[in-house]
Every structure is written in C-alpha cells, then in structure tokens.
C-alpha cells in the first residue's frame, strides 16, 4: 500500500511520549457511530462501529488502493482497504473500548471490516462480539472510541451518536464528556513525580488519553 495510507493507518498509535503523547494533534477525523447491541434478557452481547472517515483521509485510500486507476474504488479494491485496516489496526483494540465495574470487557476482534465510499467519505463498519454477555441489570456497561495516541479523533457530539439495539426498553443511556481542563490536571497531578529528564510511561500516556474519551454508559437496572 502507498506510504501515505501507511502511515495513517501505522501511525494512529505512534505518537506516544512526552510531550507530544499528551499533546499531540489528531490527523484523522471520524464521525462515528456506535451501536450497543444485546438481547431481550438486558445482556450486552456485542458492539458494532460506523466509522465516516475524513474527505482528506478518504482521498488519499483512493490514491493508493485504485488499482486500475479508474477513479474510483471498486468492490474488491475496498476489500483490500478494509482488509489492510482491520490488520493495521488491531494491535490498538481497533479504538474499541467497554468496562464494566472498573474492568475490561472482553471482545472478539471482528473477521472483517467492511468498507463502502460514499460522498467523497470511505465508512468502516464492523461488529466485535462481548467473549462472556454481560447482564446489564446487574451493572452498566461504558463503552467508547478512542486512539490513546491521540492520532485519530473520533468526534462524538452527542447521545444520537450510540444506538441500543435488541436491549429491553427499560435499558437508559447516558453521555459522559468529561472536562478537558479538569482532566488534564488531575493527570499532570498524577504524574508530578516523574523527573523532567524522564520520559512519561506508556501506560501513563495511556490514562491521559482514557480520562478524555467520551462514553457512553448503559443500564438496564430494574427500578428498585
């Protein structure tokens, strides 16, 4: 594939390291859109993603996969996208994030990446299966996008962005954004005791990037 998809699709999480892991500015830009899928009985069995990428992102996959140079990406050609993506992206979870009770959920990475080009915009969408349903009425699930290296900006802007699918009408969600300026100082506090000369660790880096993702958090709890 051409270097300049390489190394968007590489690089989302290569930015990492201090300063610049903190505040370092996005090159990609998603409009996402996310569905919290489970079943009758209140259980999260698996999330799926609708990524709209960016025009400028969009154009360049254009550039480097149009194969036969016809201008546009043919059903095969955006196989290969979405194929090399799903590769390229996995050893960051695929920016596919759900807790439960402080703990990682576990999800099965998707088999594939399905890719349409649309309006000048390629979109990705995906399913990863929970490995063990979680009950929802037991405890809420929280569940985002976000690169930790802060390459790629997915831009939720508001509730409308997640969809509950297949869940019991009593099943609430609610959006938490959190306050950019309160984050950053409660990570510079947490951080305070590191020498100037040293580097941040990664896992550090990490947090910083997990206190300002937006998520959605879901309940199914039965009124008490």
């Given at each position: 594939m051409g270097s300049r998809v390489l190394g968007c699709l590489v690089g989302f999480g290569s930015l990492l390291g201090l300063p610049a892991a903190a505040f370092a500015h996005p090159h990609v830009f998603v409009e996402p859109h996310v569905e919290i899928v489970g079943n009758a009985a209140g259980e999260?069995?698996?999330l799926r993603n609708v990524w709209r990428m960016d025009e400028l992102f969009s154009s360049s996959?254009?550039?480097?996969?149009?194969?036969?140079?016809n201008g546009s990406l043919d059903p095969d050609e955006l196989d290969a996208v979405g194929e090399t993506v799903r590769q390229s992206i996995a050893e960051w979870g695929f920016y596919t994030f759900a807790e439960v009770d402080g703990r990682d959920v576990k999800l099965t990475p998707p088999d594939k990446i399905h890719t349409l080009f649309e309006d000048g915009q390629l979109i990705f969408f995906f399913e990863m299966p929970v490995k063990e349903p979680v009950d929802l009425t037991r405890s809420p699930v929280k569940v985002s996008n976000f690169?930790?290296?802060f390459f790629v900006a997915f831009d939720f802007k508001s509730?409308?962005?997640f969809q509950l699918i297949d869940l019991p009408a009593t099943c609430?969600?609610?959006l938490?954004?959190?306050?950019?300026?309160?984050?950053?100082?409660?990570?510079m506090n947490m951080i305070a005791g590191i020498g100037a000369d040293e580097e941040v660790p990664q896992d550090q880096a990490n947090v910083y990037a997990d206190v300002l993702a937006t998520r959605l958090e879901v309940s199914c709890a039965r009124p008490s």
């Open positions: 999260f069995t698996a996959v254009v550039v480097d996969f149009d194969k036969n140079a690169d930790d290296s509730a409308d962005d609430r969600k609610s938490h954004v959190p306050d950019e300026d309160e984050a950053a100082k409660n990570w």
